[in-house]
């Protein structure tokens, strides 16, 4: 056993002896019972400190000449995302598009004199409108708490599908998990969320390379993101094939002649350390790129990555002989 | 000529978008929430206090996670492991400095008896547990699950939800950056 295994296993049966020597664990009984007194507690705090503020609010408002009586309004509003089915092209020049399995309710109130104060997830807010001047309204601040602000982001991974994956349906059900209470949206989609934090939601993939971006965002506003590639192959897209002509080259610079065939007109890109290039299938649906390696160590062998738009690759080694080398 | 003809690296496709549900618990017997809970309650407060670090909170986030598996218990119940399901929601609870902070301070506002639940650990053995929860959380929970529960890398890999290749790699460079912080040289046997 290495140091560490030993430390941590003299850590482990030091809160082993913890949990040993501690008092009996309250019963589940006693715990349901104490949930409940603390939650009808906090209830009448928030209920407690709504009333006062308002009275705050009422005692310090400026008096309004002309204005009968100010009418008071409490409105709370929880707001979510409406659903829509297309999102923009990301920065790669790909989308995702939804399918219509997301489903939302929401539930909003609304002050009268077309006022409405929209507050974040979970918060409430109250607003004071006076109707005597034209369209006066008196917004209050939102109600303090004396919590401490939560800046920590959510905890977000995608479990499903794994990054550069490649699918030959565009339906993909995307999977992951994230902290309990946390929503988790793509552009303005919003996913269905388990109890214990995992989320999924079914996209639909354009053809070829699809950059998601998820963003989970929880109760204090907070987000975080995570994002995957993963490409769609449309069934009638012609078969992806590439060809190395060299593999080595004894002149400086070194280089080789990459060729094959692919959908025409889709993108095709040669990678290496050393040196890349990119490319389009002719109409004909052939491909060629001259690719140089500058820098290539003499005798040191490198892989070269061919691969497309819809994520099929093929990899090469190369060696470079300049200077006489002899790999 | 070097050049190959590999076959396509990646070809899992739709077939695993189509078994991809998240819900798709298969139907068994439901196990009595009681006894899970007797069962279960010690290791779990243990998994919270190793993540939390705070005597006082480590019963109140157990708690929280077995309040959660009882409202959802007709579903939970049903999982193969409703026991990893707890781990995971007090695993995700315990890493959050925020809610941890306000368990703590809901803990002390109960004006128990005694000072906190459990008693304090050795000067050593809170620093290792130190240097534990300072590492980024995911690395902290796979080390304090693989440790404390003696769980293997794919009991981790479902409590956490990912991969168990992610785990290994969660645990390696836990350990490795443990080994570092606590002055170990453990060379290969990492």
Redesign the interface.
Known sequence: M???DA??????S???D??A???A??P?AT??R??II?KAINVAMVGAGLVLFIAAGAAFRTPQPQTPVAETVTSTTSEAPPLTTTLPPDDGGSAIVALPTATSTTTSSQAPAATSSTAPPSTTTSSTTTQAPPTTTTKAPPTTTT??P???PP?I?I????N??????P???F???T??GAKVTVGKLEAEL???????IKLRLRDGRNRVVFTATDA?GNAAQAEVVVFYEPPDVAAF?A??????CEEDPPYDVYHGTGEPGSAVGVVSQYGSGATRVNAEGVWELKVFFPDAPPGETFLVRAADEY?????????SNAGGADG | ??????P???????A???G????AAPIRAIVS??AF?ERE???V??LA??LSGSRSAA?DLA?EA???A???WG??GRYEKPEA?VR??VA??S?????R??REA?AMA?MKP?AS??????A??EA??REVRALP??QAQA?ALH??EDRSVADIAEI????EGTVKVHLFKG?AR??ER?G???GD??
């Open positions: 290495n140091p560490l430390r941590a296993r003299r850590a482990t030091a809160i082993n913890s949990l020597m501690a008092a664990p309250a589940f715990i349901v104490r949930a603390v919590e401490p939560d800046t920590t905890v991974e479990v499903f599908p794994k550069r994956q490649r699918f030959t349906e339906g993909v059900t999977r992951g998990v902290e309990p388990g109890d214990a934090g995992q989320w999924r204090a094939t060809h190395a002509t060299f593999g080595s994520g099929r690759a093929r990899t090469f080694e190369f060696v | 000529m070097t050049a190959q003809s590999h396509l690296a990646d070809s899992q496709s739709a695993h978008a189509a991809s549900d998240i819900d929430f009681e809970y309650l010690r290791s407060i243990g206090y190793a019963e708690q077995f309040l959660a009882h409202k959802s579903k939970v399901w995971r929601v995700n609870l890493v959050s400095r925020f809610r902070s306000v809901r109960r005694q639940y459990l008693p304090a650990l050795p050593e053995d290792f547990w959380k995911r080390i440790y404390m956490l939800e990912c991969a350990r443990l080994s606590l170990f040289d453990t046997q990492l």
